[in-house]
């Protein structure tokens, strides 16, 4: 377990979904017109904001800290914090999280709680999980329980399955092997997961061949932009993490420019590759720029060493808490109300040309 791995993962899941956030739903082919090179900041005056890809990250980072090992303790924090994040009317959650939020507000068990979708919400916060665990066992029984909270399509677990384990790859080698990976990923997922090991290996295959990610992504039938499918989102962000194992800036502007779902999808390709980088790997004015709270750069730094902390044993450490007003659940709420306002100017933005 490396302390700069997890705080790598944290930041860089940030940094890719502020990036990608004003490309989302924008096709690769209008979005260089309309906004221009995904290389800085283009949310609101040149600085960036987070999404539900980094606070669901937040949220189970917490979780894994209260739980001190047990996926039990862990599954009801996680979805204590889930209900109140719904509560907080966050702007773009996807439809089965909000329904499982929703279910578990009238009283279903966590193990119920789940719905039928292979959306990417799992794949999206669960790079932290590899980043932060050695033991396999754990990571896979955490994953699980992560996904199925919200979606019940094993699909969705498969696919943040194999992001947990790239995340874990990432971080311990400093050369990347995407063979032994692979394997993992066969062993842990099994014959039902054939169909997502048979595209990951085409993904792999197509790296070797030097193919670029953005024609990867067409290949899939994907031109228009990578949609939420987790059987389309995980292939492609695992392309560009292969493609660009060790450059974070190259890695995370290769994923957005494939277009679609591109906060989610550069939020995990910068959990990956964050994890192998650790923070010194990624750009230091991009994490300054991201301006937020009361999830802060600085809070989840914090964040990171109390994990750290807590998987090394420390029986003291406590998953950090925000700044007073914010535990204002109306501050909170104001937060996300100013969110959305900023997220509908750059919808109502889209309707303008260019075309």
Not at 93 to 109: E, P
Not at 121 to 129: K, L, S, W, Y
Not at 223 to 231: C, E, F, K, S
Not at 246 to 274: K, L, P, S, Y
Request: some cysteine.
């Amino acid at each position: 377990m490396s302390r700069d791995s997890i705080i790598g993962c944290l930041l860089g899941t940030a940094v890719g979904d502020a990036l990608g956030l004003p490309y989302e739903g924008v096709s690769p082919q209008r979005a260089e017109r309309l906004l221009g090179p995904p290389d800085r900041y283009r949310f609101l005056l040149g600085r960036g904001m987070i999404s539900d890809d980094t606070e669901h990250t937040c949220m189970v980072a917490q979780s894994m800290i209260e739980a001190r090992g047990d996926v039990n303790v862990f599954t009801r924090r996680f979805a204590s914090r889930l209900q109140w994040w719904i509560l907080a009317l966050p702007a773009g959650v996807g439809k089965a999280t909000a329904r499982s939020g929703i279910k578990l507000w009238l009283g279903f068990k966590p193990r119920n709680a789940g719905v039928f979708s292979a959306g990417n919400g799992p794949a999206m916060r669960a790079a932290i999980v590899g980043a932060a665990l050695d033991d396999v066992s754990l990571m896979l029984e955490t994953v699980r329980a992560s996904s199925r909270l919200t979606h019940s399509d094993p699909k969705a677990e498969y696919g943040a399955i194999a992001v947990a384990l790239a995340a874990k790859h990432a971080r311990d080698h400093e050369t990347v092997d995407a063979n032994v990976w692979l394997d993992q990923v066969i062993e842990a997922i099994g014959d039902e997961g054939a169909e997502l090991v048979d595209l990951l290996r085409r993904a792999s295959e197509s790296v070797n061949e030097g193919q670029c990610t953005t024609a990867f992504a067409e290949s899939l039938g994907l031109a228009n932009g990578v949609t939420g499918y987790t059987y389309h989102t995980v292939p492609v962000a695992i392309h560009a993490w292969l493609s660009h194992p060790n450059d974070f800036r190259q890695a995370v502007t290769t994923m957005i420019r494939c277009g679609g779902d591109a906060d989610t999808t550069a939020a995990i390709v910068g959990g990956i590759v964050g994890a192998g980088v650790g923070r010194e790997g990624i750009p230091e004015e991009w994490i300054a720029r991201i301006s937020e709270w009361p999830r802060s750069t600085a809070w989840m730094q914090r964040l990171g060493e109390s994990l750290a902390n807590a998987i090394a044993g420390d029986p003291t450490c406590n998953a950090p808490t925000y700044n007073i007003p914010a535990l204002n659940p109306v501050a909170v709420l104001i937060r996300n109300l100013m969110f959305l306002i900023i997220v509908l100017f750059h919808g109502f933005r889209r309707l303008a040309p260019p075309y």
